[in-house]
């Protein structure tokens, strides 16, 4: 699932990033060892072209309708948790992101890497990562809540469930054979956002959909699992 972040700033960035390193170990617990949903369970920010996402990631062998409804539960439950919270745990995450940010970088790709995310947000600042480091120091639990009731239970945000099949999954698909599962691999074949109307609540519907009219418009499947979803 993705959560619609808008315009890049170092402010929203730094409250996305600590978000998700939140909300992170309660997602895994509820979703991946309680609920075992699938083998992948992840949670990670995205800037590309001027704007960014919070991307929630799950592979799963469960109809797409029933995995977006899970994530949706886990996300109100740490939602009405977390206000709750002890805010010394919040201050030591937002310290920990704070170090993470002012590491050196390990190697020339992961320069390269920086690099790149700043040429994407439009604003080529090559300080960006320093800033960021700053702006840890001036957010507050309040101002976390606040970002998190915008982002998750306004109306207003942009979110989409976008699915992946493995290229094998949609071929059966395409020749009326019943796909049996929801797949995430390497190479990915990903159907575009605007196809997600045809996910109705009733998944057998939804297949029946998807056999009648064809597998759906595809990205080139030369694309990498990485490439697609970022």
Known sequence: MYFGLGAYSVRKSVLAELCMQIMAQHL???LRTKEQLGYIVQGFTSW???FGHIVILVQSAH?????????ESAL???LDAFPKQDE???????????????QPFLNVKALCKE??????????????????ADECDKISKDDMVEFMTQVFKSENTPRVCSIAWSKEEAEKASLGINPGQLAIVQPAVACKPANQEKITKDFEAAKAAIVKEGVPELFDSSHNFQSIFE
């Open 115 to 132: 690099y790149a995310v700043g040429a994407m947000t439009g604003h080529n600042n090559w300080n960006r990562l320093e800033q960021e």
């Open 88 to 102: 010394q745990d919040f201050f030591t995450a937002a310290k920990s992101l704070q170090q993470k940010l002012r």
């Open 28 to 30: 895994f617990e509820v």
């Open 63 to 71: 109809p797409p309708p029933f995995v977006k409804e899970r994530i």
């Open 76 to 78: 109100g439950e740490f």
């Open 48 to 50: 590309r072209w001027l």
